[in-house]
């Protein structure tokens, strides 16, 4: 159930700010400072070259909803940070603040839960709640670079929920995120990753935000996908990578594939061999595969593979003329991948904790 009672001004964009400001009797140009304050992620006490009169209003009348910091994990093998977000309804989801050369990605979450029923991800075994709403996620981005102390470069959209599930908040998100009145984060630094929902990626290519797509492939036939992915029940590989066509043709954006390997699964070289060919069959641009190694689950039974059997998967592809990276893994040590904080907290309140 979506939460939705006062004006939600976080996920307003400046125009909407300015109209709803001019409606409490305010200066037009507050509006730019509230703006401002709110994508630094201040609360309103700090907010201190606005009028107390109006930060009264703005109490009384309005939905600031970012959210609240439960646990902090930090590795201490790289410095990532691991986030479990409290909202105001008592959901909770979770972003992971990555540190690299070229600067400082937030991957953060979409949904509160995810219905998509992926075999492999601990995000879906307690289904979704809800959608997150635009300030929400734009929250998540917020919070992080003030309590880390760092600027936020990119974004990746790759945590708890399907972002093309979620598509109209999404899509505000995007376009606020990017605002350079706010945080100014372009579009070319976000990513976005989806398990495939194939209107979507189509209706997402004519929107004018070139994000990276990133699809969870997972398999490189419809039988095998199904075993893995529900959605595969839905849309074809063939459908699926004709939208990926579309969204290159369209944006320009050349489109990764995730193919997590699972041990047992999909992992050998005869499977990466077929997974080229089908690149090569029904793509017909360029293309990059990200190959992840299972961070594995107690709850699905699945085990990932070592090291040398990844390498020898990436080598098939590359030899086939496939571009392929193993992708590193951060934050080991914190269990940095998504979902499984979050289910660690649900289990904490089903028993009482």
């Given at each position: 159930?979506?939460?939705?009672?006062?004006?939600?001004?976080?996920?307003?964009?400046?125009?909407?700010?300015?109209?709803?400001?001019?409606?409490?009797?305010?200066?037009?140009?507050?509006?730019?400072q509230l703006y401002k304050w709110m994508h630094a992620?201040?609360?309103?006490?700090?907010?201190?070259?606005?009028?107390?009169?109006?930060?009264?209003?703005?109490?009384?009348?309005?939905?600031?909803?970012?959210?609240?910091?439960?646990?902090?994990?930090?590795?201490?093998?790289?410095?990532?940070?691991?986030?479990?977000?409290?909202?105001?309804?008592?959901?909770?989801?979770?972003?992971?603040?990555?540190?690299?050369?070229?600067?400082?990605?937030?991957?953060?979450?979409?949904?509160?839960?995810?219905?998509?029923?992926?075999?492999?991800?601990?995000?879906?075994?307690?289904?979704?709640?809800?959608?997150?709403?635009?300030?929400?996620?734009?929250?998540?981005?917020?919070?992080?670079?003030?309590?880390?102390?760092e600027r936020i470069r990119s974004i990746v959209m790759?945590?708890?929920?399907?972002?093309?599930?979620?598509?109209?908040?999404?899509?505000?998100?995007?376009?606020?995120?990017?605002?350079?009145?706010?945080?100014?984060?372009?579009?070319?630094?976000?990513?976005?990753?989806?398990?495939?929902?194939?209107?979507?990626?189509?209706?997402?290519?004519?929107?004018?935000?070139?994000?990276?797509?990133?699809?969870?492939?997972?398999?490189?036939?419809?039988?095998?996908?199904?075993?893995?992915?529900?959605?595969?029940?839905?849309?074809?590989?063939?459908?699926?990578?004709?939208a990926c066509r579309y969204y290159f043709e369209k944006?320009?954006?050349?489109?990764?594939?995730?193919?997590?390997?699972?041990?047992?699964?999909?992992?050998?070289?005869?499977?990466?061999?077929?997974?080229?060919?089908?690149?090569?069959?029904?793509?017909?641009?360029?293309?990059?595969?990200?190959?992840?190694?299972?961070?594995?689950?107690?709850?699905?039974?699945?085990?990932?593979?070592?090291?040398?059997?990844?390498?020898?998967?990436?080598?098939?592809?590359?030899?086939?003329?496939?571009?392929?990276?193993?992708?590193?893994?951060?934050?080991?040590?914190?269990?940095?991948?998504?979902?499984?904080?979050?289910?660690?907290?649900?289990?904490?309140?089903?028993?009482?904790?």
């Amino acid at each position: 159930m979506e939460i939705e009672t006062r004006p939600d001004i976080m996920s307003m964009n400046q125009e909407e700010l300015t109209n709803f400001t001019l409606s409490l009797g305010e200066a037009k140009f507050r509006a730019g400072q509230l703006y401002k304050w709110m994508h630094a992620g201040a609360d309103f006490d700090e907010m201190t070259n606005l009028p107390k009169t109006f930060r009264n209003k703005l109490a009384a009348t309005a939905d600031y909803r970012l959210p609240k910091i439960e646990r902090k994990l930090v590795s201490k093998k790289d410095g990532t940070i691991k986030y479990l977000f409290g909202l105001t309804d008592g959901e909770c989801v979770e972003s992971v603040l990555m540190k690299y050369e070229y600067g400082s990605s937030l991957c953060v979450s979409s949904q509160a839960g995810c219905r998509m029923g992926c075999r492999f991800c601990a995000s879906t075994l307690s289904g979704r709640v809800r959608n997150l709403t635009p300030s929400e996620i734009l929250g998540q981005v917020a919070v992080a670079s003030r309590d880390s102390g760092e600027r936020i470069r990119s974004i990746v959209m790759m945590g708890i929920g399907e972002p093309l599930d979620n598509y109209e908040n999404v899509l505000r998100f995007l376009r606020l995120v990017g605002d350079e009145n706010g945080l100014g984060i372009g579009m070319r630094r976000i990513s976005l990753s989806t398990c495939g929902i194939v209107p979507n990626i189509r209706r997402l290519a004519d929107e004018g935000v070139p994000v990276t797509l990133s699809v969870s492939l997972h398999a490189y036939d419809d039988e095998k996908r199904k075993a893995l992915m529900p959605i595969a029940y839905k849309y074809s590989i063939e459908e699926l990578l004709g939208a990926c066509r579309y969204y290159f043709e369209k944006t320009g954006r050349r489109v990764s594939f995730e193919y997590t390997l699972i041990s047992g699964e999909n992992d050998s070289v005869e499977d990466a061999a077929s997974l080229a060919n089908i690149l090569r069959k029904y793509m017909k641009v360029p293309s990059h595969v990200n190959l992840i190694m299972l961070n594995e689950v107690d709850e699905t039974g699945l085990k990932t593979v070592d090291r040398a059997a990844a390498k020898r998967f990436e080598e098939e592809l590359k030899r086939r003329g496939q571009n392929a990276t193993i992708r590193r893994r951060l934050g080991s040590d914190i269990d940095a991948s998504c979902g499984q904080l979050r289910l660690s907290k649900l289990a904490e309140t089903e028993s009482g904790i």
